[in-house]
């Protein structure tokens, strides 16, 4: 009896397992597979052609693989259209294909389908055995789902640590969310709380920490003691950096003490960064000292951040003490902006000592050779509202693009100015009239930079155009000149600025494939192909990865080869946060006749040293990309991955605007 009741035993345990498994006894589950494929060739063109039809046909193929990838094509193509036929693949044997499906489904940001995902969950799984399913639904929820969604997942505590996949999908959920500005106090709990446990798997605690740090309006006066005992213990710069953004955000006095001890011990300069920008939001004698003390601060990032801070919090007793920084020791990235908050924080009815200080800045710009370096100076001169003469002189008067368009953003910056009536009384209609004049100029310039910068500013409900602009038709002539796929920025800038004019829901324009994928430039390349970056600043090694974006590791080995990236500026610098580079303008505007499409697997951006390509949206991508300082996961999702760095890291850090890159060279 005793040998029967242990045979019983198994066999229930065995039935039971068993019945946690999907049917696979005669199902080929594998989905790996080579590039040289010519079927999986076929299914990665019909994605950039963006083809449903055609792709749908592969859902009900034998072979995994090409299930697969048509499935995980849609993640990239976001079409709601698709989301029916996507449903039915929750329901695919093979674990990898439910898991995509359910991430194609979250990419379509179509919340009609969020009753049809959620059932989708296996809670009975009692081995663990649909984990990475299970999570794929969590993060489509929190992409799609509505406030009562939100509480339904932050309130499962059952999750033990080695559920790492699913408490992944429970903090992206969560923080999916949170950037849809869908918030719930069993949101935030649960991410403190995830956060807070030193036994939550780090990339877990990441997550939970950029929840904090991204998520507008945020409560944290219950989360005091907690996050600042994680912020003083943590190790870890990129949970460290997000958590002082979280501090500052909340502009509760009480996390101060704890960003200044950090601020003095931390050796990371990424973290110090984040700390100062922090400070911006505190009381400024609280901060004074500090933030001045890191002006000088050997690492630019962190003088530039600190420039930006006074910049934006600086008090008018101060003044004198920021004149002194305008002198040829402190580097024109610091300079331009004390230039500006000397401006900013100078009484409005100082009129005469504002002057003086303006032709010191036009002193600046006529004696600097380098064009971002003027470019900054004229954004410092706007701080002063009545200097828009002088601004309108320099567009109408300056030879280079990059100084027409900051004259134009400066012009904007006026306008915004919450002193602008103030300074002009009742004679601002004849200011704003001439501003509106030069804004028509760069609409009529045919220049994609000046049509996008004045497109913005005309599109800008605080600043009122709509009376002003009774027949748009100047604009609609401009739009019928532009050319696609080469000018898409520009286009969609000025057909949005058109339909706001008109009253009219705006909807990008969506460009048609151009752009083929050149398979015999990829079969030249390893999975792991090198490319060699020489750059001003030294040598950078980025690793290309063929295998997750395929047409745009292509497109960028074909630009090398074609040497156009020599000689190309890195034109955008953010400290802490990206270098990009690759414009043929120089200036963030340029682009080729072509474009191709966006690539969207389930990859992330949770680390430095990332390589992505920029963008004006979904499958716009040409020849720009950027590389990352740190985590950047409100890019998730919504921008191509193709590499990654592997040697250099220190160089990126190191790069400013308008440094260079004299060559690629690919290794291997």
Same mark, same amino acid.
């Given at each position: ?47 950039? $052609? ?8 592969? =859902? ?24 029916? !036929? ?29 009753? #049809? ?15 990475? =399913? ?37 903090? #992206? ?6 950037? #849809? ?8 709990? #649960? ?12 990339? /877990? ?11 507008? %309006? ?6 005091? &003691? ?40 931390? +050796?990371?300069?990424? &973290? ?21 003390? %890191? ?35 402190? +580097? ?19 009129? $005469? ?64 100015? +919450?002193?602008?009536?103030?300074? =002009? ?12 004049? &030069?804004? @028509? ?13 004045? !497109? ?15 027949? +748009? ?63 001003? $600043? ?17 497109? =960028? ?5 074609? $040497? ?26 340029? !682009? ?10 389930? @990859? ?62 690919? /290794?291997?």
């Amino acid at each position: 009896m005793k040998n029967q009741f242990l045979l019983f035993i198994v066999v229930l345990y065995l039935s039971f397992f068993i019945s946690c498994i999907p049917n696979t006894e005669t199902q080929n589950t594998d989905i790996s597979i080579s590039l040289s494929d010519p079927e999986l060739q076929k299914i990665l063109d019909l994605k950039d $052609k963006q083809d449903a039809p055609s792709l749908y046909k592969y =859902f009900r193929h034998k072979n995994p693989a090409y299930r697969y990838h048509s499935v995980l094509a849609f993640g990239s193509i976001k079409n709601p259209a698709a989301c029916d !036929s996507l449903i039915l693949m929750l329901k695919d044997p093979v674990i990898e294909i439910r898991a995509a499906a359910a991430f194609a489904l979250g990419q379509t940001g179509d919340g009609k389908f969020t009753d #049809r995902l959620i059932p989708a969950f296996n809670g009975k799984d009692t081995l663990n055995i649909n984990n990475i =399913f299970n999570a794929n639904i969590l993060e489509a929820v929190g992409k799609l789902g509505n406030l009562s969604d939100l509480k339904a997942i932050a309130t499962v505590k059952t999750y033990r640590n080695t559920d790492s996949l699913l408490l992944l999908g429970q903090a #992206r959920a969560i923080y999916c969310m949170g950037l #849809r500005n869908i918030v719930s106090d069993e949101g935030t709990s #649960r991410m403190v709380d995830l956060l807070y446990l030193e036994s939550t798997p780090e990339d /877990v605690q990441l997550i939970a920490a950029n929840y904090l740090g991204r998520t507008k %309006n945020l409560n944290l006066s219950l989360y005091t &003691v907690r996050l600042t005992e994680v912020f003083g213990r943590e190790k870890n710069p990129d949970i460290s950096m997000s958590l002082a953004t979280a501090f500052g955000n909340t502009k509760d006095v009480n996390y101060l003490p704890s960003l200044k001890a950090k601020l003095i011990s931390e +050796p990371d300069y990424r &973290v110090k960064c984040n700390i100062i920008r922090s400070l911006a939001g505190f009381p400024y004698p609280e901060i004074r000292d500090l933030v001045l003390q %890191n002006l000088k601060n050997e690492n630019l990032h962190i003088a530039i951040t600190a420039a930006n801070t006074i910049l934006s919090n600086g008090k008018v007793e101060d003044v004198l003490e920021y004149m002194k920084y305008d002198n040829d020791s402190i +580097p024109w990235q610091v300079r331009s902006k004390m230039n500006g908050a000397v401006l900013t924080h100078t009484a409005l009815y100082f009129t $005469k000592s504002k002057l003086v200080f303006t032709d010191r800045i036009l002193k600046n710009i006529k004696e600097t050779e380098s064009v971002y370096a003027k470019a900054a100076y004229v954004e410092s001169i706007s701080k002063d509202p009545y200097n828009y003469l002088i601004l309108i002189r320099l567009y109408n008067d300056e030879k280079e693009q990059i100084i027409k368009i900051a004259a134009l953003e400066g012009l904007g910056n006026i306008l915004r100015n +919450p002193l602008f009536f103030k300074a =002009f009384g009742n004679g601002f209609g004849k200011v704003k009239g001439e501003i509106l004049n &030069v804004f @028509i100029s760069a609409i009529g310039s045919g220049d994609v930079g000046q049509i996008s910068e004045a !497109s913005k500013l005309l599109s800008e409900p605080q600043i009122q155009w709509k009376e002003w602009i009774k027949d +748009p038709v100047f604009l609609k002539d401009a739009l019928k000149k532009l050319k696609l796929p080469r000018d898409i920025e520009a286009f969609n800038e000025l057909k949005s600025c058109i339909y706001y004019i008109e009253g009219i829901i705006f909807t990008p324009e969506r460009l048609t494939y151009n752009h083929a994928i050149d398979w015999a430039i990829l079969q030249t390349l390893s999975d792991s192909s090198i490319a060699a970056i020489k750059t001003s $600043k030294g040598l950078i090694r980025i690793q290309l990865n063929k295998g997750l974006a395929p047409s745009t590791v292509a497109n =960028f080995v074909s630009l090398v080869n074609e $040497k156009f990236y020599n000689g190309k500026i890195f034109h955008r610098v953010v400290p802490n946060f990206v270098v990009q580079t690759g414009c043929p303008r120089g200036d963030g505007y340029g !682009s080729l006749d072509y474009s191709i499409r966006s690539e969207l697997p389930q @990859i992330y951006f949770n680390k430095q040293g990332l390589i992505g390509m920029a963008s004006s949206g979904n499958h716009t991508e040409n020849t720009q990309w950027f590389i990352t300082h740190s985590p950047a996961m409100h890019l998730n999702g919504n921008y191509t991955i193709f590499g990654k760095v592997i040697e250099g890291m220190d160089v990126v850090n190191n790069i400013q605007i308008g440094d260079k890159i004299t060559e690629i060279i690919l /290794v291997k």
